[in-house]
């Protein structure tokens, strides 16, 4: 048993390694595409049939690759949204995906609305609330990368400005409850 345990530990090494070479992908994701490999053929193994007339070897090998295959796809795909988003906003302090809005999102969403002119407003819907990257916004509105990056400056310019006012209303609340605490009774 041992022994066939190597020689599918040993089928498996040599197939992610020939795939790695062959298709260019990156050897640091060599133990990521060894576990999917160890997936792939254990399923294999599940849906084998002897009455198909093929080596089990055979099988395993032609599952593992294809997995493979779909699986490279899938960290390609990853890799580059991971990478158009590192290049769309590096210096964006808010480039966090949201799930869900809260009343508390519906009311921000509404102060902001008041606050920013219509344009700036689409803008910033497309980034903050849709998550949209620079380049979809640069598409949507035909603009290039230093209009959009000057639109996104202003918004947040806009938003600090609000903050800053909506820190000295919360500071002048706290001292009038503090004053009327301390006046006496």
């Known amino acids: 048993m041992d022994n066939n345990l190597e020689d599918f530990n040993y089928l498996l090494l ?14 640091a994701k060599k133990d990521h595409l060894l576990n999917e490999a160890r997936i792939a053929a254990w399923k294999a193994i599940g849906d084998f049939k002897e009455e198909k007339m093929v080596k089990i070897s055979t099988f395993i090998t032609t599952c593992v690759k294809n997995h493979l295959t779909n699986v490279s796809i899938e960290i390609s795909k990853n890799d580059q949204r991971s990478k158009d988003a590192k290049e769309a906003a590096p210096d964006d302090p808010y480039h966090t995906r949201r799930s869900g809005h809260t009343l508390d999102d519906l009311e921000f969403l509404l102060t902001m609305k008041s606050l920013l002119t219509p344009h700036e407003f689409t803008v910033f819907e497309m980034r903050f609330v849709q998550d949209c990257s620079l380049v979809e916004i640069q598409k949507s509105f035909d603009m290039n990368r230093r209009e ?8 947040l310019q806009k938003y600090s400005s609000l903050e800053e006012n909506l820190n000295q209303t919360l500071t002048q609340r706290q001292h009038q409850t503090k004053w009327l605490e301390d006046l006496p009774e």
């Open 14 to 27: 040599y197939l992610v390694g020939d795939f790695i070479k062959s298709k260019g992908v990156d050897y």
């Open 148 to 155: 959009v990056e000057k639109c996104l400056r202003s918004i």
